[in-house]
RNA sequence: GCCGCGUUGGUCAAGGGGUUAAGACGCCUCCCUUUCACGGAGGAAUCACGGGUUCGAAUCCCGUACGUGGUACCA
């Protein structure tokens, strides 16, 4: 078995998607993934949008078996390179009658179409009804043809689609579906410049690769027909591929599918990895970059459209490979739900094993410049904040206090209830540990009380003006697991800090 | 317009003739936690509408509405 899906230019969530259950699917019967590239269409796809979709697949874990960075027995895997094959069998179209010649510019078709519309008639389709009158080898005598190709006028190969046909093909989620040929046109298959378009292209490389399953989204079922009436009229009926066509990832407020500028608008990411537009060259972050595992991202794509059938949400790639089938794919289009997608990621760092994790959170810390060293209390520290984050980037926010004292300290919110009993509190506080040798968490936590009951203070009182010198603000795990990560020096410097800005404060009024 | 495909809470969804119509996200309440989270216990909220078929319809059929895709020398 052989699967390819054909990604194009910035792969964003549903192209990854439709990589992501060709893979499932191919691993899941021990077939081949192949990666093919379309670059068919000169005028959008970019530079290194190759090397963006190898990028993307690598991340998320799902490598092809072949492809244009692998080669293996059927290459090359770039239509651009194909172009060679795509030619010869229009040309054997042509031949057989199922295909002609068509002259029209673009120009005079759009000219046609402007017509017609302004005429209050429907879309102009090039097709059975007007092909006659049109300029093209069916039209014209065989001599008038001639001449026009020798003259080097450009030209295109289009489909001949007969009237009243009816095609009719099994889908493997949606059942049997039959079209009749009247609202197809004779669609274009070799342009003008000599590359195919996708109708020729799959068909072809399809069957030179004996591809045996043609999965892709929605958008294509439209135009199956043409597909198989292409790998009938070629003759190769017989080795035609299983069809199934993925439903759509749509906009999370309504209307249409989920496109690369949703993601900038509602504030979530649609790419895996980081993309940069060609056109306006803005970088707009992947889920890579917010701070998702890969695991979480492939499990989060692969429950949009399907399920188990079970109650199982969590999956790993090996048990999504195993439990997955085409059938349990739903047939309607699902909303994206970025609060879904962080809930997942959230679950998989509490699932992800610390020799795992770690280093991915390691890399963040670099970023921010801060050089781990004690290893050990790297590993204390993750796990205390494991169970808040939700994006590898929390990880920062949650424990950068560990490493560089907080910038700003909230001593706003200290303020109101600020008194000399409890700056001498403090003050105590700090002599009792500089006296004492020891320094852990319950320790401290016994000594603080004691002080405490001491002064007549509930230590409820006390506790947040503590987390707020120790942190900057009112979050983080419990403080007295705070300053015994932070060790002596450093929690007394920090309570001694937040004393001087509160007496500032205070006498400032 | 035409041609496909679809429609179970706000979202993802299970269920495919008899169910108190699962579960998850989100939301709300409470508990835990002397912060914020995590966790735990609850709660509100759904079969698009209209006709059939049937003893019985979320489930089958037909309409309607709505959504969505296609209708390019884009993929």
Not at 56 to 79: A, M, V
Not at 316 to 337: C, P
Request: glycine content about 6%; charged content about 25%.
């Amino acid at each position: 078995m052989r699967f390819a899906p054909s990604p194009t230019g910035g792969l964003h969530l549903g192209g990854v998607r439709t990589a992501l259950y060709n893979y499932l699917f191919a691993k899941k019967h021990k077939g081949d993934f192949v990666l093919r590239i379309e670059d068919t269409d000169q005028a959008r796809y970019v530079e290194g949008a190759e090397q963006y979709i190898i990028d993307s697949l690598t991340w998320c874990g799902i490598l092809p078996d072949e492809g244009p960075h692998k080669e293996g027995d059927y290459k090359p895997y770039r239509q651009s390179e194909r172009k060679f094959f795509y030619k010869e069998y229009a040309e054997e179209l042509v031949q057989m009658g199922h295909a002609y010649y068509a002259f029209d510019t673009p120009e005079e078709i759009e000219a046609l179409r402007e017509k017609l519309k302004a005429q209050g008639k429907s879309n102009l389709q090039y097709g059975h009804q007007i092909r006659l009158e049109m300029k093209n080898s069916l039209s014209l005598s065989k001599e008038e043809t001639q001449t026009l190709i020798n003259s080097g006028l450009p030209f295109v190969i289009r489909i001949k689609i007969n009237r009243d046909e009816f095609v009719s093909f099994n889908d493997m989620i949606r059942g049997d579906i039959q079209m009749d040929t009247n609202g197809v046109d004779d669609k274009v298959l070799l342009k003008a410049d000599g590359m195919p378009t996708y109708h020729l292209a799959v068909v072809v490389d399809d069957y030179l690769m004996k591809i045996t399953h043609a999965f892709r989204g929605e958008e294509w079922l439209a135009s199956a027909p043409v597909h198989i009436l292409l790998w009938k009229y070629l003759g190769w009926e017989r080795q035609m591929p299983k069809w199934a066509h993925f439903p759509l990832i749509l906009k999370p407020d309504g209307n249409g599918k989920l496109s690369k500028r949703d993601g900038e608008r509602l504030g979530f990411p649609v790419f895996a990895v980081g993309w940069t537009d060609p056109v306006s060259k803005d970088l707009m972050k992947g889920f890579k970059e917010l701070g998702f595992l890969p695991e979480a991202f492939i499990n989060m794509l692969a429950m949009l459209g399907w399920n188990a059938g079970t109650e199982q949400e969590l999956f790993s790639i090996e048990e999504l490979v195993e439990n997955f089938s085409i059938e349990r794919i739903h047939s309607s289009g699902a909303k994206f739900d970025f609060e879904k997608a962080k809930w997942f990621n959230h679950e998989w760092i509490k699932k992800f094993d610390d020799n795992r994790l770690i280093p991915e959170i390691k890399k963040i810390f670099t970023e921010n410049k801060i050089v781990i060293d004690d290893e050990n209390r790297f590993k204390k520290i993750i796990a205390l904040v494991k169970d808040r984050c939700t994006l590898l980037t929390d990880f920062w926010d949650q424990c950068y206090f560990f490493f560089v004292a907080p910038e700003k300290i909230d001593t706003v919110s200290i303020l109101p209830k600020w008194n000399d009993s409890k700056n001498l509190f403090f003050i105590e506080l700090i002599n009792a540990c500089k006296l004492s040798n020891a320094w852990t968490g319950t320790e401290l936590e016994h000594t603080f009380k004691e002080i405490a009951s001491m002064h007549r203070i509930k230590p409820g009182e006390l506790l947040l003006p503590f987390r707020i010198m120790l942190v900057g603000a009112k979050y983080g795990p419990g403080v007295f697991d705070i300053a015994s990560l932070l060790g002596k020096q450093e929690t007394l410097k920090r309570i001694q800090h937040t004393l001087s800005l509160l007496s500032v404060a205070k006498s400032q009024g």
